[in-house]
Structures are given as structure tokens and as C-alpha cells.
């Protein structure tokens, strides 16, 4: 009569960042309703953060996934430090996307410093909200705790 | 995860965001970390409560700054609505506080309702715990703010501030009943926005508490005026939430408020074990007597759990 099954609950949590000196953040805000709607758990920074900030913030909440949109042009500098700190912490389990004005050239240097995937302009919402979920599902499966 | 114990106890921030997630997804894990980490009963649990966009986060955000420059740990756990509807939730409280983020005194955790009315889980309440016993001395509680419901933060703090603005007179009352009866502090904040009506909502509050329709024991309700954006009236309110601490440890209540906050655990917790597993539980589509099916429910969960 009674089946018993564990539940699990599965709250995916992701943390929404504009990284550096640029205010425009109407894109950051469409994308972190988007993952909200979709189910996701989102934390939302705020503008002008530092690699140091956003760092301190995915470890405190401890998220599964890191966003982060650059629109100023100062995404090579920017997220170098932001990966070269998440190694520091330890944190280099939790992946991070990059969104926002990149310049094509530009993409294997990002791709080499271990960013998993960037998303430029025009890239849709369902695409964004699949290889966010791809991601923190294996990041939950492979976690060390 | 003793590593993480071990280094969550010297002040390792990532380790402490670790231990919070095992406490939200894991209630046995939860149990075997509070009982690992060292009792403290000196910390002071601050609930922060009050109508929406009425500053709540940036008035907590200036506590912080004032209690940090003091030499105090602070730590916050930001409790946010989850949508009905999706199950998802934007945790926007820390947007306000974020300047403190890179602080080795703060630490902000946010949670997500999860769809629990009153917004208090055992998940929120446990990590209020672990700050305590990790050494922080003070752990603020923001809620969502929401009327009636939000009376439940009141059994887990020690000081509770509600936060409205000026120009609600109508909605005070209606609101009397709920969050409005039990501040130890209320605030007015945006009194720069309108300095008269922030008067009236003064005189209103004075009004109520002095004919004894606000405020509960022998502690007498005090009313701060702050402009939470230009840091007007905080160090007011700091000396009022001390002197808050000093009564409560000088009548007991800070010893009663601590063995209350205990039973609201556990007792969240039953109820947490109890309802997870109900959900992963096949129910009868007919029933003989619905009160003996569900004792059967509850004996399988039981035994369920004896495992």
C-alpha cells in the first residue's frame, strides 16, 4: 500500500553578478527572473562588484552556480581575478558562466581560465536556463559534502 | 565534513557556507553539526521585521557597519519569499548589505521560504544556532515582512525591530493585530522623505503604546526615528537595542527567550521529518475511517524513521 521513496529536495542556487564598472544591468536582471522563474534559488549582487565581493558572496551562500555579465569591456582583467580567487578559497568546484559584450577573439583565453560557458548577445533565455541547470546538477552530483 | 567543523570554528567563511548547506538539505547532518560545535548562549538574536520597502535591508546593513566598527561578529540570515508558482525565490536582501560582503566580522547567509507560511524553517532557525555556537555575538533575522504571519520571528529573537514609514496611518491599524503588537523596538524610517507625517506615525505609535494597546511584559516599547539612507538615527537605535539586551538579562527573559528558541527546533524539526517523508509516501485513494489511515501513516513514517 505505502511506497516509500527518499525525497530529495533539489534547490539549485545561483548567484547573479555585475562584475566591475559598468551599470547596466538590465540585462543581469531579465536573465536572474528567467532562472527565478524557471525554479532556480537567485541571488542578486547588485552593480559595480569586485572579483573580491562576489567571491565572498557565492561562498557565504554557498551557490551552485555563478553568473556574471561584463559590459564594460574589462572582462579579461575582471575574471581572471575572479577565478584565480576561487581557487584561492577553495571554491573552484562551483562553476561560472559569463555573460554579456564579448568580443569573439577573446573567447579562448576566457574558456582557458576555466569559465564554462559565455553567453553573447542574443542567446536565448531557454539556452541560458538549460546550461545553468546542466550545470549546478553536476556540481550537486560531484560535490565533496 | 568534520574538516569543514574544524576550520568553521577558526572563522573559514567557505566552510561555514558549506555547513549552513548540509543544514538545509540534510536534518540528521544538522543534528550532528550543532552537536559538534562548542554551546554558547551569549549571543544576541536580532529579528528584523516590518512592511515591504520599508528598508528593512538598508537599516541592517548600517547595524551592521555600526556593530562591526564596535569589534562585534555579526552574522545575517535574510529570509526571502520562494514564488508560489515556480518554486524558485530572488533573494534580494543582500543587494543592500552587500558593501559588508568582503568583512571577515559579517557573514550574510540568504534562504528561500520554501513555501513554509511564516517563512521561519527549521533550516533558518538552525543556522541562527550555528552562529551562536560559531562565536558570532550578533545574529540578525530578517524576515519577509508580511503581516500576521511574521509574529512567528518573535520566538526565536532575543530583540525584535519592526521597521514602517511614515504615512500609513490606517495601515498601522490594520496591521495592530499582527507584526504591529510585538516590537520591543519600532522604527520609523524614510523620516526624511516627510518629517510631518513621520510626526503623526510617531504620535500614533506613542499614543498606542502608552494606552497599552502596543507591547507585551514589563519592557515598554521604545520609537526610533531613522533615515536609514543617510545613517540618521542609527546610533540611537544601537543604544536602544542594548539597553534592550540589558533588561532582558537583567529580569531572565534572555535565559527564557534561549529554552523557548530550543523547542521551536525541535519541534520544527518533527515537523520537517514528518512532512518530507509524507511526501515520498503513497496515500489511499479511499478511505474506510480517514482517522485510521492517517495513524497508519503516521506508524509507517515511524517506523520509517526507527531505520
Known sequence: MFGMTTTVTKRYKVLVAKLGLDGHDRGAKVVARALKDAGFEVIYTGIRQTPEQVVEAAIQEDVDVIGVSILSGAHMTLMARLMELLKEYGADDIPVFLGGTIPIPDLPKLYEMGIRDIFLPGTSLNTIIEKVFEAAKERRSKSRY | MDKYIEKALKGDRLAIGRLLTYIERDPRRAGEILKSLPRNDDYHVIGVTGITGSGKSTLLSQLLTSYSNKGLRCAVVAIDPSSSFSRGALLGDRIRMQMHATNPNIFIRSVATRGLKGGLSFAGVAMVDVFGRLGYDKVFVESIGVGQAD????????????????????????????????????????????????????????????????????????????????????????????????????????????????????????????????????????????????????KKILEDIDE
Open chain 2, 151 to 298: 509574529v512567528d520571528i518573535m520566538g526565536i529573537a532575543d530583540t525584535i525591530l519592526v521597521v514602517t514609514v511614515p504615512g500609513l496611518g490606517d495601515d498601522i491599524q490594520a496591521l495592530k493585530a499582527g507584526v504591529m503588537e510585538i516590537g520591543d523596538i519600532y522604527i520609523i524610517n524614510k523620516v526624511d522623505k516627510d518629517p510631518g507625517e513621520a510626526s503623526k506615525t510617531f504620535e500614533y505609535l506613542k499614543f498606542a503604546i502608552e494606552s497599552g494597546e502596543l507591547g507585551h511584559n514589563t519592557w515598554v516599547p521604545k520609537i526610533v526615528k531613522t533615515s536609514a539612507v543617510l545613517g540618521k538615527g542609527v546610533d540611537e537605535l544601537v543604544n536602544i537595542i542594548d539597553e534592550h539586551l540589558e533588561y532582558l538579562r537583567e529580569t531572565g527573559k534572555y535565559g527564557e527567550k534561549r529554552s523557548l528558541r530550543s523547542r521551536i527546533l525541535v519541534r520544527l524539526l518533527a515537523e520537517k521529518i514528518v512532512s518530507d517523508r509524507m511526501d515520498g509516501l503513497e496515500l489511499p485513494s479511499e478511505y474506510d475511517d480517514v482517522y485510521i489511515e492517517a495513524k497508519k501513516l503516521l
